[in-house]
């Protein structure tokens, strides 16, 4: 590390982390900016060196303890996260390693870095704001994955006012940032199940009524993948409570029957699995019956010709089967 401070004697972890909170601080001076921006890349760079180690040479686990101890008293990680649109592209990655890997380490024996987070909602509120900024967007949204991994900071997330935003985010004019904020949100509804659910119970009507507005999307992509996912939710276990009062609701019937009639043959298929559990759903509220009824000799015959090229996917036309013998009996 000494080419960054100048010098040939050893600097320890500390004095590096200390020399990264100087050049960041430097960053506001219209004279210093430049070569502190510089300056920044290396050092963010030889702070990855000491969590990753070097080559065939392992991480000295006592240089790993020192750094983050520095870090924490620091804060560095919050300070890191307010200014990453300022740093270089090099720099930017180099962040989103140290925030992998030091979420992923135990040190002592517990995840310190987890214990940080939890104390400091402002950084996975930075992580969700940064897909505002098309620069940082993609790095952001890597370290907010790699947060939500640990349920305590996906709660953060899925707790804060700024939660909702992430379905306007999905719908950013860039394609890289839309697919990635939706891998985001996939990850916020889909890993941890029982608090899940919970906060799909306690905040359903907002909930939809953003989904809905996914599902309505202009974008082909946003509407195949969040069917796709809307099924995943609707058929998880632990969300059956949600999937009850979802499949209840007539106006969701007639969606999805819309969906079925596509001009995307993906869309039609993603539409099916949702569809299915109106159909196969043996306490159908009156509304959906009702529609179910009306429809019957129409859908036994669009069902019939439904995607019979899928005539070798067993499940697909097991399940088309069942449908149709259930429409039948109505």
């Excluded at 060196?49 to 790993?64: A, H, N, R």
């Excluded at 070798?312 to 109505?330: G, N, P, R, S, V």
Aim: some cysteine; glycine content about 2%; overall charge neutral.
């Amino acid at each position: 590390m000494s080419f960054l401070f100048g010098r040939s004697r050893q600097r320890t972890p500390q004095d590096l982390i200390r020399y990264v909170r100087d050049q960041i601080s430097k960053l506001d001076s219209p004279v210093d900016r430049r070569r502190a921006t510089e300056e920044l890349t290396k050092s963010l760079s030889a702070v990855k060196l000491v969590l990753y180690g070097e080559g065939d040479t392992d991480p000295v686990p006592e240089q790993i303890a020192q750094l983050w101890q520095e870090m924490h008293t620091t804060d560095l990680l919050q300070l890191l996260t307010i200014n990453l649109r300022r740093f270089e592209f090099e720099a930017r990655k180099d962040v989103t390693s140290i925030f992998s890997i030091l979420l992923r380490r135990q040190i002592v024996g517990r995840y310190p870095t987890l214990d940080y987070l939890c104390q400091r909602e402002d950084v996975m509120v930075s992580l969700l704001r940064g897909y505002e900024n098309q620069e940082i967007a993609l790095n952001c949204g890597y370290c907010l994955r790699e947060c939500i991994r640990h349920e305590p900071l996906a709660n953060i997330v899925l707790q804060s006012p700024d939660f909702w935003k992430i379905f306007n985010y999905v719908e950013n004019s860039n394609f890289d940032i839309a697919s990635d904020a939706f891998s985001t949100l996939k990850e916020l509804v889909a890993r941890h199940k029982a608090s899940v659910a919970e906060f799909l119970i306690q905040n359903y009507d907002e909930f939809f009524k953003k989904y809905g507005e996914l599902l309505a999307s202009t974008s082909y992509v946003i509407r195949r993948q969040s069917l796709k996912l809307l099924s995943e939710i609707l058929l998880d276990r632990a969300n059956f409570n949600i999937m009850t009062r979802f499949i209840s609701s007539p106006d969701n019937l007639k969606l999805m029957m819309n969906f079925l009639r596509d001009r995307s043959r993906n869309i039609q298929f993603e539409a099916f699995h949702v569809f299915k559990v109106f159909v196969a759903n043996p306490n159908k509220s009156a509304p959906v019956q009702h529609i179910l009824e009306k429809n019957k000799e129409k859908l036994v015959v669009f069902l019939e010709n439904f995607h019979n090229e899928r005539r070798e996917d067993e499940q697909f036309t097991d399940e088309k089967a069942f449908l149709l013998k259930q429409i039948e009996a109505l």
